[in-house]
């Protein structure tokens, strides 16, 4: 049951403190769009009320959890996508790993096969008719507002407002923080200065798999920069991708995006977060064409969906300093569907 209080009402920390009820399960907004300061300050509490928590949150980019890992009775994370910030902690077994592929993730929470007590994310401060934007990621956030009984937005101005299914009402919100902290930011170089030369060479042995007008499915990290980076010289691509990153500035800049494919130009590229620099979180606020973001659902799950089909352009293996690894890169392209 949703609470039946007055919407969006601001609080302090130890209003916030006494909210939170022993054991409540807490899902995060996932990425760089953590709420990083209302984690911080749980995390630095010692309020009777912040004890057997659980944190559910997508994917970690940062070692914050891990930091307090030594107070054990205070919180246990459960995640769905290995990440190298807390790989080690999964196997060292202090972090719960719910094995899924993307496209089963909103089901988990639209059937409350997840449960959440508490949603926290993280959005822009409300525009003038009482809109608050997800920002950088959207992922389940949508699907979780819904279902949470309780629901706590960390305002930062730090956000960028980005464009598709990316605003709800302040009527949402039980109550709200305020914050000024600067959003997580990828260290990763320039998309083309890799200095690997095993990486460049699978980025470019993947691209010239791709075809202009093809469709791609890309993700963030060196080999991704390296593929897009040898993708430079093809036309008319369109990204449908989970997560994209600085590359997706440089594709658009080389005029490698189909910007002008008529009446679907706005879904050139269509994704449900972002993770990269500053200057990537400049480039998506306030874009109206060149970048959609999307909740999480079946346009992200490999099917038919929109006229566009899946299918796997190939894999690389590669030997790196003595280690196998396997490295996959699926691409979709538009296809007429008839009934």
Not at 206 to 215: C, F, P, R, V, W
Not at 294 to 315: C, D, P, Q, Y
Request: charged share 20%; net charge neutral; hydrophobic share 40%.
């Amino acid at each position: 049951m949703k609470n039946k209080h007055k919407k969006g009402i601001r609080i302090n920390y130890d209003e916030l403190f006494d909210i939170i009820n022993p054991g409540s399960r807490i899902f995060l907004s996932s990425g760089a769009g953590i709420p990083l300061q209302t984690v911080s300050e749980i995390l630095k509490s010692r309020h009777p009320n912040l004890v057997d928590l659980e944190f559910i949150h997508l994917i970690t980019l940062g070692d914050y959890f891990s930091q307090h890992n030594s107070v054990k009775s205070k919180f246990r994370l459960k995640t769905f996508i290995v990440g190298e910030a807390i790989s080690k902690d999964i196997n060292a077994g202090n972090v719960d790993f719910v094995p899924s592929n993307i496209y089963e993730i909103p089901y988990l929470f639209s059937s409350e096969a997840i449960g959440v007590d508490i949603a926290i994310i993280q959005t822009s401060p409300p525009d003038e008719s009482g809109f608050l934007n997800l920002g950088i990621i959207t992922v389940v956030a949508d699907i979780v507002i819904k279902k949470a009984p309780l629901v706590i937005a960390e305002i930062n101005p730090n956000v960028p407002v980005t464009r598709g299914e990316t605003s709800i009402y302040i009527d949402q919100i039980d109550y709200t923080i305020e914050s000024k902290v600067p959003l997580i930011e990828s260290k990763n170089k320039p998309t083309c200065e890799i200095k690997d030369k095993n990486t460049d060479k699978i980025g470019w042995h993947i691209a010239n798999l791709i075809e202009d007008d093809s469709t791609v499915s890309l993700h963030f990290g060196p080999f991704f920069d390296a593929i897009a980076c040898h993708l430079k010289t093809k036309k008319g691509l369109r990204i449908y991708s989970h997560i994209v990153s600085d590359w997706i500035i440089d594709l658009i800049e080389a005029g490698t995006i189909a910007l002008d494919r008529g009446e679907n130009y706005q879904r050139a590229v269509t994704c449900s977060g972002c993770y990269g620099s500053r200057r990537l979180y400049d480039y998506v606020n306030n874009n109206p064409s060149k970048i959609a973001f999307a909740l999480m659902n079946s346009r992200f799950t490999g099917k038919s969906v929109h006229g566009v089909e899946t299918r796997i352009a190939g894999h690389v293996i590669c030997r790196l300093t003595g280690i196998v690894r396997i490295f996959f890169i699926t691409f979709v392209r538009p296809v007429c569907l008839y009934s």
